[in-house]
């Protein structure tokens, strides 16, 4: 062999080398974690499959679960700097695992790529701690009112429009119906963000300080706010917690009185509103009721929050290519059609036009109304990632039960409310 053909075989067998180990580098593998049930697992891995359809170079390997346990599984990897690359988040972790932004990877360095722009500003600034960017909103839901239509009008009473009229319709079911029949059945989280509606609509104040993530009202207003309960109680507007747990355990959408229409209508989040129509008695229907409104009123103190975010690990190795999957998911026609409606009513603007055009967001549901009501509702303070924090919500719910059995008084159940609540607040805002 002479020598001008040997160097020819070796600068071939460099070359082979070198593109072997220059493909070996283009590709990357992405990790991305979701919880959910089969129907939202069957249609993320649709969309990551045509995701890598499309970016050949990027493999995504897929880690899905059920709910339970999933935030302990992700809390682990979180301290462990394991976590994957993209993430399907709860908005109310963000106190969890990014008090000062840096739990997740700043998304605005990738602000063209996700096209961040597609998404509202106000949205944006609920999933941004510290000027950094935690998440994109993949979708919200807003706690709006869905009444049963022929329960109301056996009733004899109009849709209320504001807090009187809703007091009112209370004594109308029990006169004009029988005594367990009421016009809302709601339980303690719903109880709290109702009445936290009328609070800042009548006060203009939140019940949780936003600077320094403590509850925000004194010993007078926390009792106002108490009283307000056993007001509604009192009314007929809802059962009391004694009452209601005399129809056992088990999902509110399962127990007889909502199934033949005793319970008369929800405080419910707009994105839950399918599961409790489909166990009504068929021969009734729900439709979406007005939003009380206290006279001069102009923040509805509406509770509408993301529902789930997607966030870019911090210790992510691949920031544009994570930002390319986000991007395809939310904004790419071809991943908007394949996620559909798994995780709700597109929050981007081209994922809800997609979605529109194509009829799979049908603007006749109830959860689509209620999607665009709170679009349309005055919203001047927006809750912050504590509103609805669950151990605030048990020390709330365990407050409205010492009232209904007599153990307490609405100065007593104020009182502990803010000396308990201050201190979990403390505990978790460190």
Same mark, same amino acid.
């Given at each position: 062999? *002479?020598?001008?053909?040997?160097?020819?075989?070796i600068?071939?067998?460099?070359?082979?080398?070198?593109?072997?180990?220059?493909?070996?580098?283009?590709?990357?593998?992405?990790?991305m974690?979701? %919880?959910?049930?089969?129907?939202?697992?069957?249609? !993320?891995?649709?969309?990551?499959?045509?995701f890598?359809?499309k970016?050949?170079?990027?493999k995504?390997?897929?880690?899905?679960?059920?709910?339970?346990?999933?935030?302990?599984?992700?809390?682990?990897?979180?301290?462990g700097?394991?976590?994957? #690359?993209?993430?399907?988040?709860? %908005?109310?972790?963000?106190?969890?695992?990014?008090?000062?932004?840096?739990?997740?990877?700043?998304?605005?360095?990738?602000? #063209?790529?996700?096209?961040?722009?597609?998404?509202?500003?106000?949205?944006?600034?609920?999933?941004?701690?510290?000027?950094?960017?935690?998440?994109?909103?993949?979708?919200? !839901?807003?706690?709006?009112?869905?009444?049963?239509?022929?329960?109301?009008?056996? $009733?004899?009473?109009?849709?209320?429009?504001?807090?009187?009229?809703?007091?009112? $319709?209370?004594?109308?079911?029990?006169?004009?119906?029988?005594?367990?029949?009421?016009?809302?059945?709601?339980?303690?989280? #719903?109880?709290?963000?109702?009445?936290?509606?009328?609070?800042?609509?009548?006060?203009?104040?939140?019940?949780?300080?936003?600077?320094?993530?403590?509850?925000?009202?004194?010993?007078?207003?926390?009792?106002k706010?108490?009283?307000?309960?056993?007001?509604?109680?009192?009314?007929?507007?809802?059962?009391?917690?004694?009452?209601?747990?005399?129809?056992?355990?088990?999902?509110?959408?399962?127990?007889?009185?909502?199934? +033949?229409?005793?319970?008369?209508?929800?405080?419910?989040?707009?994105?839950?509103?399918?599961?409790?129509?489909?166990?009504?008695?068929?021969?009734?229907?729900?439709?979406?009721?007005?939003?009380?409104?206290?006279?001069?009123?102009?923040?509805?103190?509406?509770?509408?929050?993301?529902?789930?975010?997607?966030?870019?690990?911090?210790?992510? +190795?691949?920031?544009?290519?994570?930002?390319?999957?986000? *991007?395809?998911?939310?904004?790419?026609?071809?991943?908007?059609?394949?996620?559909?409606? $798994?995780?709700?009513i597109?929050?981007?603007?081209?994922?809800?036009?997609?979605?529109?055009?194509?009829?799979?967001? +049908?603007?006749?549901?109830?959860?689509?109304?209620?999607?665009?009501?709170?679009?349309?509702?005055?919203?001047?303070?927006?809750?912050?990632?504590?509103? #609805?924090?669950?151990?605030?919500?048990?020390?709330?719910?365990?407050?409205?039960?010492?009232?209904?059995?007599?153990?307490? +008084?609405?100065?007593?159940? $104020?009182?502990d409310?803010?000396?308990?609540?201050?201190?979990?607040?403390?505990?978790?805002?460190?």
């Open positions: 062999m *002479n020598k001008k053909v040997l160097t020819t075989i600068s071939a067998a460099i070359a082979a080398t070198s593109m072997t180990s220059m493909s070996a580098f283009a590709d990357t593998e992405l990790r974690s979701w %919880w959910g049930g089969n129907s939202r697992h069957q249609a !993320t891995l649709n969309a990551l499959e045509k890598q359809e970016y050949p170079d990027i995504v390997k897929a880690e899905y679960t059920g709910w339970d346990g999933h935030l302990s599984r992700l809390t682990t990897q979180v301290a700097n394991t976590e994957p #690359d993209v993430m399907q988040t709860n %908005w109310n972790w963000l106190p969890i695992f990014s008090r000062d932004g840096m739990g997740f990877y700043d998304m605005s360095q990738q602000a #063209d790529a996700l096209n961040i722009s597609n998404f509202p500003d106000n949205a944006i600034g609920m999933t941004t701690v510290n000027g950094k960017i935690n998440g994109l909103p993949v979708s919200m !839901t807003s706690r709006v009112f869905y009444y049963n239509k022929d329960m109301w009008e056996k $009733a004899g009473v109009a849709y209320p429009t504001n807090w009187k009229d809703l007091m009112a $319709a209370g004594k109308a079911f029990e006169k004009n119906l029988g005594a367990d029949h009421y016009p809302l059945v709601i339980e303690a989280r #719903d109880v709290f963000a109702m009445n936290r509606s009328f609070m800042l609509q009548t006060m203009g104040k939140d019940i949780i300080n936003h600077d320094t993530n403590m509850l925000n009202y004194d010993q007078a207003e926390m009792e706010f108490f009283q307000l309960y056993a007001d509604q109680v009192a009314s007929h507007v809802f059962p009391s917690t004694k009452e209601f747990a005399s129809y056992g355990k088990g999902n509110l959408y399962e127990m007889r009185p909502w199934i +033949d229409g005793r319970f008369g209508g929800l405080y419910m989040w707009d994105t839950a509103i399918a599961k409790y129509t489909a166990n009504l008695d068929p021969s009734m229907s729900l439709e979406l009721g007005p939003y009380p409104m206290a006279p001069g009123a102009t923040d509805s103190g509406l509770l509408a929050r993301p529902s789930m975010m997607f966030s870019i690990g911090r210790n992510t +190795d691949h920031p544009e290519e994570a930002a390319k999957l986000v *991007n395809f998911l939310l904004n790419d026609p071809d991943g908007i059609h394949a996620l559909g409606l $798994a995780r709700g597109p929050m981007s603007k081209e994922g809800l036009e997609v979605l529109k055009e194509s009829g799979e967001v +049908d603007p006749n549901s109830l959860s689509f109304q209620g999607y665009e009501q709170a679009k349309e509702l005055p919203k001047v303070i927006a809750p912050t990632t504590y509103t #609805d924090n669950a151990q605030l919500m048990e020390l709330f719910s365990e407050n409205m039960q010492k009232l209904d059995y007599g153990e307490t +008084d609405v100065s007593g159940a $104020a009182k409310f803010l000396r308990r609540g201050n201190r979990i607040l403390k505990r978790i805002a460190k």
